[in-house]
Structures are given as structure tokens and as C-alpha cells.
């Protein structure tokens, strides 16, 4: 009995490294050429020259932006570079908001600025800005809880903090205070309001994110204060003396802007109509270049799919390498794409998706959402990227943003999980810039999307689209 | 003979702890003040709450501004409020520099913003600010070379990186690009020039700082890129074509303004009018709080010196720790204290001066400028500092910047050396605040400025000023 794991452990280093899985669809020459293509992509991929090319030649693109339409144009060519079959736009209609200025400072007991960011989508103050005192929530539940009326010409201020996690699970509980502030403060009267940042470093910049406002409550002004700032705030407001603060925010929310969807494609030699897709979103916020949120998603899985189109043989289901409008905004992208999926009966053949949407930190699992029939190829495919120290997780993950609407509909989906541990000190700041990504990581990446990407395409397992749930 | 170092330690360990230093001028009595000094502040001092005071209450307090006022009335009430003996103010008279704003973008064939910062003293652009091409260059030494007019109508741009070490012997190398590129990319016909930030951060922040004109050389607008957006231009520049970026920067250089070095003593008991000093710089540069840059400098010494104010015997000599007025523009500070002190025949008197303005690392070296006669002091004093962690180290060492005027009168000098890896991470930027401080490692300081400065004092071991140099 005590020798049995070591006599297991020692057949199973006896199988053939190319040995094929009951029930994956893939044989040993399909495992070798995954295999090729991770070790091309960790001896060095394209991906890192990809988004130092979109962070410099295009850099900051908000969606409606000049810059998102530039950054449109970047994606097509790229696509067309690097040897995509077929490389097309799908349009994609949202409104636009814009920031103008942003200026905070305290007036009294102890006058000095402070930084801050508006919230996305946030109305600005009146023009002049607005004076006021400032009445402290240690979280949104707090601010929900304080009596009707009670906050009538004053600005609110929440101060919850964001917990850092590898898997990011601090920015849910945290972010209600950005979703949902203003919200709740003009409920109560309020004037204004601010908040801590949703973010994990004491770096002196403020955190953007979108917010959102409800038809029937007024439209206050949204902003986010740095963590340094918030610290500021707060010790001033322990000392128990009123303090006055003054917000000058200009935004502006235009009509209808289209953008699009870039889409480039590898042909599927045998089942072209049944397709794969991996992806990032183009779009950024307006404040730093977009690396890590999410010029690396685009460049790493442009890399990627590029990697198979290089290949001799193309696998038998088409790889489709979406770059997604405007994700920061409302999931527009992914809306918009899962629409013309459904509205073309195209959600049956959509056989497994994923998006890189969580920086450029190395991958450290894979999970999915299929048919438990076709579990075994999804054990595969873990097996080729185990020695990229990726790890197979039978339960838990959740597809990425653009691709949670077509999930909804009844699409498959695998994660690439990634360690997001400092994701959320650069996330949605200036400071997300090309500097902040390690080369090597993003080839770990890459390769583990191109492994993915090519044994999905590659077996004729179904992954089992779901029916349609009627909407509710 | 391999016996004999073991029974050297063994000797050494069997001395009692208390034992004084021939030549040290110090008894029992005295070592065992000192580390009942030491080890009170190392159980928790006062240092971080007047850090915390000053950058919450006052704030960004450059010098010449509205909050310098409010710093001066700062830190008399704390010398009071902390019971030392005599507190007075010194004036300080210097020109006053005020940041308007300051913005840059490129205009092709890349358009978009950069995040940059004005260096002290720098002139504005003219209003509505410069267009032109950017001429890159590798560090200042390559400028220089640049041929006689090789620059009309240009901006420069100097890329040269400083490198991070303990001790920031990085600073050196790289600062002359701030101080003198005004002055050699003016010669050459440029308009402006832009710097790489002189920073060790890849925080998308400017790092400010002076720089120089010279009377027979246009003054030409000087500004600092975060680094990140100097490898954004600088990857533009490499592709090629020409770079064309805009500079809009306002500033103000007004007419003389008078602060204050602001001083507390704890008066001697026998030798009042013999003086040690210990000090910080009291002014900050306008973006962060000034907790690193000077804060923690200022508050560690108040509070070192409010330990030996408890103390039931003052030592023999004064104990006098100074704020120093606007160290950031030129050690106004520094030079009207030494001033002062050469007017009143008090330089033979000014036994030892030390200065923190190293941010708020741990103290790892004890140095001094002294007669070799006085070495004894200092080497007793390290022996208390040893279980800080502090070594003694007998060459090399400078002063700090406040104390160099008086130093060069002839005056003697402790460096108590800091660990300034990430110093230059935040020196000079917005994200000098609070946060950035270890209140743990600041207890450590106060422990070692409030021994050197006790046992400096309480010795009467003739530091030894030097004769005053003649000025050439």
C-alpha cells in the first residue's frame, strides 16, 4: 500500500507524452502541435511588441473617443498583418461620455487639494463647482442606512477600503460604494459625493470605473478620491471639526457614437461555422495608455491566434480573436457581439470562448463552463499547459466580461485565471501604462491561449451550447 | 593564535554594558541615559503623529505660499506644546516661485497626452504655449555636444535614467539634466526642454526639483515626464519619424518673501551656549504632502529632542533642533542659519550638526566630520546605536543639505545615514504622502537622533571646528 502512489506516479511518467484522452477527440499528433505551440510562445511571442505598439501609436482610447476610432483602424491592420483569413468590423452604438477637468481641495479646517478622478459617466458639478460639508460612511451600507433629508446640501464621503486578493474577490464588495454612491446619496440629499478609490495602491492617483445613476433620483457628481487622499480626508474628519470641501467637475454625456467590433479569423479546415473565440476589449479608459486593462488581452490573444494561423494545418473549427468595443462602459462590446450571434442562430455553433481581461499577470488556472460530456477535452487541454504551471480546476471561474453575454445566451466558456494580485493598483488609473507588463508573463500567456484555442478548435467534441433561458 | 579573536569577543561581551569610552568624556551614567533614551523611543514615539499633523494640517507647503505660513505656525505651537525650553523663529528671506499649470501632449504622429511637471524655478511658455519637433538626446553631456544652433525652433529632449541604489548615489549622474538642461539645450536654440523624470519609480508621476539659468542665456521653459511617459517618447522617437508635441506650462517668479527657520532648544546645564543641533527641512515642494520630503525629518528630530526635554538632567550642552526654512529652493535655510551664526561669533561654539532629509528609512551608518580627537565620542556613541542596527563607519559620509552652509564655516558634522532605496520613488512627486511612511522605522530614527544628539551634548569633547576657509 505504501509503495502504490509511487507505482502510479511512475506509470503515469511512463505514458507517452503525446498520449491521447478517451473522449477528448484529440490525438497525439494534435497534443504535439499544441505543444509546439506553447513552447514557440514561451521562447518569445508577439504580444509584447502588440501592445507596446497600441499604447504608443494610439495610447488612451475611451470609447467614442478620436482615439477609439484610431484604435479600430490599429486592430484592423494588425489582424491584417499578422496573416488573419478573414479580418472584419461589427458595429457597435453606445453614448458617449467625456471627461473635462477635475479639481477637489479642502477649504477648511486645513485648506489643501486633493486628488481626484470623476467616476465614468458621472455628471459634472455645477459651473463653479460646489462647497460643502463633507459627512463620512465607512461603507455604502452605512451611507444607505443614514435617515431621509440628512445629507441635504452636503457632500457624502465613503471610505471603504479595497482588500487585495491573487483573484482580484476584494474589488466585488468594494465597488458597490463606486456602482451605487451617488445613488444612494442623492437619496438622501446630498449634494455630491465621493469615495475612496476601488483599488489596491497607495499610489496617488484616482481610480476611475463606471457608476450609475437611476431615473427617478437626482444626478449628483461622482468622484473618486486616491488612497492617499482618502487617508487625508479621513484623518481630517477624525479630528471632529467640520470639513468643507470643494468639488469642480466638468463631464459631458453626447449622443450615440458607433464603434466596432475587430474581428479577425483562422479558417476551421472541416467545421469553419463552429468557432472558437478568445479575446481582449480596445477600449480603455482615458487616463493612462491602456496596458494592462486591456492593451495586453488584445495583444497577447492577437498573438495567440496569430501563433495557429502559422501553422501548416489549420484546426478543424474556425479561432476567432475578438478585440471588443467599449467594455468599460457597459459591456457594449460583448452585447452588441452576442446579439449578432443570436440574431444569425449562430449561439448552437459558438463552441468555447474567452477573454483576457484581468491585466498581464501570469496564468495560473483553467476552468470552464461546458457539457460535462465534453470535460475530458478541457482535462486535456490542462495537461499540455500544466507545465506552464497552470492548474486544472474542475469547479469555481466565470467567463470574462465580453463574454458573459453570450454565455447568457447558452455559450460555453473557459477561464484562463491569472494572478491579478497588483491588477487592481494600476486598473482604470494613469498609471496602467506599458512599464507595469513583464514580457515573459505575457508570453506564459500567450501560450496558454494558444493552446486553448487550438485543441478546442481542434477536437469535434461538442462543449454544449445551453439553451436559451427566456429572458425574464 | 586562531583562539585569540574568540577571546577578544568573549572579553568584549564581558565588559559591562555601561563601560565608558576613554576620551569619550561620558560615564556609566550617561550610556545608560542614552539607551533608556534609545530604548524609549524605539517602544513608540512621537514621530509619526507630528508627521501626520503637519501633512494632514498643513499639507503641500512650498515655500513662499500661504501654507509655508501655516508650517511655521505649526511647528513653533508643536515645539511648545512638546516643552522645550526656548522656541523662537529666524527669518528667511528668498524670491518666491509659484506652479500655474502645466500640460503636454505630443501632436504627431501620435497624439496624446504626456504627464509631465514643471521644475522649480522654470520659466512659463509663452501664453498658449510651444509647438515643435523634439530633438532627443541620451543624457546632458550628449546636448552639450549638439552643434551651435542645432536646436532653433526645437524641443529637447533628455532621456537619461537614474539608477536606484541605497544610498542614492544615483541622484548624482542623473540630476545635472535637470539643474543645466534649461541652460545647454538654450545655447543650442531650443525652446524648451523636457527631462526623463529624475526618479527610480515607474509611477506615471513628474518628479520636480530646481534648476538653474545662467544671466547670458535665454531662459527657456524645463519640465519633467513621469518615467513612463519618457519611454513613451522616447519609443516614439525610435520609430523614426518626427515627433512633434506641444508644451503649455505656467509659472510665476515674484518678489522676495521672508519665512522662517523655526527653533527649539532644550538649554544645557552647564555649557548652554555650547550647541548641538539636529533638524529637518520645514518647507515641501507643492505637489505631495511633504511626509517623506521633509516631514519625516521634521517631525523625528522634534520628537528626538522632546525625549531629551523629559529627560530629569538636561545635558551639559544645548540641545537645538531646527525646522529649516525652504531647503527645496536653494538651502535658504541653511545658509541664513550659518549666517547668523558667523555673525555672532557662534561657529567655535556649533560642536555637531546632523540633518535627516533622506525620507523615513531605517538608519543603517553613523559618520562624522570631526577632530580626529573627538572620535572616541563618536565611536561611543555608535556602540548605543549597534543595536539599531546602526554600524559606525569611519570615512566618507556628508552632511545634510541645511547643515553644509555652516559646515563649510568650519563646523563639525554627524551623518546618520538612511536607506533611501525607494527615496527617489516618491521624492518630489505628488505621491510624497503619509502612507509612505513606516512609523516603525521612524521610531528607529528618533532612537538614534536622540542619542547622538544626548551624548553629543552631554560629552564635553571639543568637536573641533576647523578655521573658516577663506572664501575664493
Not at 451611507?143 to 452636503?154: C, D, I, R, T, V
Amino acid at each position: 500500500m505504501r509503495l502504490l502512489p509511487c507505482l502510479i506516479a511512475a506509470a503515469l511518467l511512463a505514458l507517452p507524452a503525446h498520449a491521447s484522452t478517451p473522449g477528448s477527440g484529440l490525438d497525439a499528433a494534435d497534443i504535439a502541435a499544441a505543444e509546439g505551440l506553447r513552447d514557440r510562445a514561451i521562447q518569445g511571442s508577439q504580444a509584447w511588441a502588440l501592445v507596446e505598439s497600441l499604447t504608443t501609436e494610439v495610447g488612451p482610447r475611451i470609447a467614442g473617443s478620436p482615439a477609439d476610432a484610431r484604435a479600430v483602424a490599429w486592430a484592423k491592420a494588425k489582424f491584417e498583418a499578422l496573416g488573419f483569413d478573414k479580418v472584419y468590423l461589427e458595429p457597435v452604438t453606445f453614448p458617449v461620455w467625456v471627461r473635462g477637468h477635475e479639481r477637489a481641495e479642502v477649504l477648511a479646517p486645513f485648506p489643501q487639494p486633493l486628488v481626484i478622478t470623476a467616476l465614468g459617466g458621472s455628471v459634472g458639478t455645477p459651473a463653479g463647482g460646489v462647497e460643502a460639508e463633507v459627512v463620512a460612511f465607512a461603507d455604502l451600507a452605512a451611507l444607505s442606512a443614514a435617515p431621509e433629508g440628512s445629507l441635504k446640501g452636503k457632500i457624502a464621503y465613503i471610505s471603504n477600503r479595497m482588500v487585495r486578493f491573487k483573484d482580484g474577490r476584494g474589488y466585488g464588495p468594494a465597488v458597490g460604494a463606486r456602482a451605487n454612491g451617488a445613488v444612494e446619496a442623492a437619496k438622501k440629499g446630498a449634494l455630491a459625493v465621493v469615495i475612496r478609490s476601488i483599488g489596491t495602491s497607495n499610489d496617488r492617483f484616482g481610480h476611475t470605473g463606471t457608476m450609475r445613476y437611476l431615473p427617478e433620483v437626482p444626478r449628483i457628481p461622482a468622484a473618486a478620491l486616491s488612497n492617499p487622499d482618502a487617508d487625508l480626508l479621513s484623518h481630517m474628519v477624525q479630528r471632529g471639526q467640520p470639513v468643507r470641501l470643494r468639488l469642480d467637475i466638468a463631464t459631458e454625456t453626447r449622443g450615440d457614437y458607433t464603434s466596432h467590433n475587430v474581428i479577425g479569423e483562422i479558417r476551421g479546415r472541416d467545421l469553419p461555422d463552429e468557432v472558437v473565440t478568445i479575446g481582449g476589449h480596445l477600449d480603455s479608459w482615458d487616463q493612462g495608455t491602456g496596458a494592462i486593462d486591456d492593451g495586453a488581452g488584445v495583444g497577447l490573444t492577437m498573438a495567440a491566434g496569430a501563433l495557429i494561423g502559422e501553422l501548416e494545418r489549420a484546426p478543424r473549427r474556425t479561432v476567432r480573436v475578438i478585440a471588443y468595443a467599449n467594455e468599460e462602459q457597459g459591456l457594449y462590446g460583448g452585447k452588441a457581439y452576442a446579439a449578432a450571434r443570436a440574431a444569425a442562430g449562430q449561439i448552437p455553433g459558438h463552441q468555447l470562448s474567452a477573454e483576457s481581461d484581468f491585466g498581464a499577470g501570469r496564468i495560473y488556472a483553467l476552468r470552464a463552463g461546458v457539457d460535462p460530456a465534453a470535460w475530458p477535452v478541457i482535462e486535456r487541454i490542462g495537461q499540455v499547459l500544466a507545465p506552464l504551471g497552470i492548474a486544472t480546476e474542475a469547479t469555481g471561474g466565470s467567463p470574462g466580461p465580453d463574454v458573459g453575454p453570450i454565455v447568457a445566451l447558452g455559450a460555453p466558456w473557459a477561464q484562463l485565471a491569472q494572478d491579478g494580485t497588483d491588477y487592481f493598483d494600476y486598473h482604470h488609473t494613469a498609471n496602467d501604462t506599458l512599464d507595469k507588463i513583464d514580457p515573459k508573463a505575457l508570453d506564459q500567456q500567450v501560450a496558454a491561449y494558444a493552446v486553448l484555442a487550438y485543441l478546442a478548435a481542434e477536437t469535434d467534441v461538442d462543449f454544449g451550447a445551453v439553451p436559451v433561458k427566456p429572458a425574464n
